[in-house]
């Protein structure tokens, strides 16, 4: 295997400057407060147990999207909603312009609740049951079990440690798609669990062997504003218009801005057969976004960029405080992730058992995902996320330390 490429570093827009904060503790959460919110991540586990399970973060709203939901609230402004035309498609389209260099068409966007809402409906549009669904692995669990529930047939794209970082061999990937007809791939870039951001010529050689076999590529990019300095995002519809003419793009303000609840995420549908076939759908089955979600969108989109870079410097800085102190473990594997704030941890080479997340659960009262959620490859590994304080994190990381030493 080959060592990775990268990507420019460069972002095309000029980087915003940081509004800097009043507050020192922006990024710094109390356990205490985090357990007051229903959120499942610190719901879900009882009192001693500290949770880097579920991807969200501990985070306060960013205030500028606290203002939007604060006056919508105040407007009484929680009727059934009318929208006239698509509601993100004008500020996706800008921000994927600003960000990326890329100007999709409003006119393909699409609303839904979630991503996996969106994964569903294009898999249900595009294949048949017994159809194969190219799909990396490991791989985010929800899109494992939605194909398994809806009788598709996964062929795994494996994702091979190449290095520091994560690759997959693409002559072994033609293979199969030849072999098995398969008829989507569901690209997941940058990439749970491992957070590998795709360079360009890998995305290229996915287009093309999606051009020979005519793949609709379903481009999950739902962590790109959450890649570091080095690792740019490309979308991958921007790759060219006949690459857009066969992607369905799916993304939200979920994970930058950390809005998971607010079910407000929306698909960019270049591919005019599938976007034909969602057309036809009756507009009940797939449901309506709601004003607060779209309000804390816009916001986010519109005015939350200087504490999107704050929070990005600070997970970047939480990366990589995690990395040096998971490296001072006896036989835990990390390869820093590229983007996200979600690590990928090899434990099969320290004494913790064939379920490692069970191992950390019973000895160092940590909440982790087991990597065999993740599918085949996810075996003696765990999912950790480190979208927290550092004084949280510190603990998370001691805790897991100290179980190690017996
Ligand atoms: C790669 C990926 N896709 C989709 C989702 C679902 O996100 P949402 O429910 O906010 O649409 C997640 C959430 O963790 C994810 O990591």
């Known amino acids: 295997v080959t060592a990775a490429p990268t990507n420019a570093t460069r972002p095309l827009a000029p980087t915003p400057t940081r509004a800097a904060s009043s507050n020192p503790d922006e990024f710094e959460p109390s356990p205490e407060r985090c357990r007051r919110k229903h959120s499942a991540k610190w719901h879900r586990v009882p009192d001693d147990v500290l949770p880097a399970w579920l991807a969200e973060t501990d985070f306060d709203l960013c205030p500028a999207v606290a203002e939007a939901i604060a006056q919508a609230v105040a407007r009484g402004d929680v009727g059934y909603p009318d929208w006239l035309a698509e509601p993100l498609a004008g500020a996706f389209s800008e921000r994927m312009a600003t960000r990326y260099g890329w100007r999709p068409d409003p006119s393909n966007v699409r609303h839904v609740s979630d991503l996996i809402q969106a994964m569903q409906v294009v898999t249900e549009l595009w294949t048949t049951r017994g159809d194969g669904v190219v799909l990396q692995v490991p791989n985010y669990p929800p899109f494992l079990d939605a194909l398994d529930n809806m009788g598709r047939r996964p062929i795994p794209c494996p994702m091979l440690p190449s290095g520091d970082t994560w690759t997959f061999d693409v002559d072994r990937l033609e293979e199969d798609v030849a072999r098995t007809r398969a008829k989507l791939f569901l690209l997941v870039n940058p990439h749970n669990p491992t957070g590998r951001v795709l360079a360009r010529e890998e995305l290229e050689q996915i287009a093309s062997l999606a051009e020979r076999h005519d793949l609709v590529v379903l481009s999950d990019e739902l962590h790109a504003e959450l890649a570091y300095p080095g690792h740019l995002h490309i979308p991958f519809a921007s790759l060219g218009e006949d690459v857009e003419r066969r992607t369905v793009t799916i993304t939200s303000a979920t994970k930058s801005f950390n809005l998971g609840g607010l079910r407000t995420a929306l698909a960019h549908i270049g591919d005019e057969r599938v976007r034909a076939a969602w057309d036809r759908l009756p507009s009940e089955l797939l449901g309506s976004v709601n004003v607060l979600g779209v309000d804390a969108t816009l916001a986010a989109w519109r005015d939350g960029n200087g504490w999107l870079e704050r929070q990005c410097a600070h997970l970047h800085a939480m990366r990589d405080r995690l990395v040096t102190k998971i490296g001072e473990l006896p036989g835990l594997e990390l390869r820093a992730p590229q983007a996200t704030y979600l690590a990928w941890l090899d434990?099969?080479?320290?004494?913790?058992?064939?379920?490692?997340?069970?191992?950390?659960?019973?000895?160092?009262?940590?909440?982790?995902l087991p990597g065999t959620m993740f599918g085949p490859g996810g075996a003696g590994h765990v999912r950790l996320n480190f979208g927290t304080g550092a004084r949280i994190l510190d603990e998370i990381v001691d805790r897991m330390a100290a179980s190690l030493r017996g």
């Open 347 to 368: 434990c099969r080479g320290a004494r913790v058992g064939d379920e490692p997340a069970a191992f950390f659960r019973r000895r160092a009262r940590v909440e982790l």
